[in-house]
């Protein structure tokens, strides 16, 4: 008798919902929570090739914390293309310019480097404040 192994397909997925409130959290810590949800580690039925991930909203992000003095170290770059286009920002000033910015950048880096990554981050869902639109999808809370 041989043993067969199932995979699961995208057919088979079921997604929740989850939210997750990052308020006086510490920013890769929660991080990579969200990115664990996102790609689905925590499910029986996890492939590598299939995502199977759940959605995950994200609220308070204005009070995400880092630690050590990295408030004014942590650098964000980004570059127009252009000769001397380069722009960077410290994590203080991006904070109060766009916290939402911050979790996103977060996360993008703390999953594989696939084509399944433009999927999982779609299905995440960033609020600088408590209020979300997404009551009508009953989300469960998850503590971090």
Do not use: C
Request: proline share 3%; net charge positive; aromatic share 10%.
């Amino acid at each position: 008798m041989k043993y067969k192994t199932d995979w699961s397909k995208k057919e088979d997925v079921k997604r929740e919902w989850y939210i997750v409130d990052v308020k006086d959290q510490i920013l890769g810590r929660a991080s990579t929570k969200i990115a664990s949800l996102l790609i689905g580690k925590g499910k029986a039925d996890i492939v590598p090739n299939v995502d199977g991930g759940d959605f995950v909203i994200v609220i308070n992000t204005d009070f995400v914390k880092v630690t050590r003095g990295k408030a004014l170290k942590k650098t964000y770059y980004r570059h127009s293309g252009f000769p001397g286009g380069l722009k960077e920002i410290v994590f203080a000033d991006q904070i109060k310019k766009n916290s939402t910015k911050v979790i996103e950048f977060a996360v993008k880096n703390m999953l594989p480097k696939d084509k399944l990554r433009d999927g999982r981050m779609s299905r995440l869902f960033i609020y600088k404040g408590a209020e979300h639109k997404n009551e009508a999808q009953k989300p469960i809370e998850y503590k971090i």
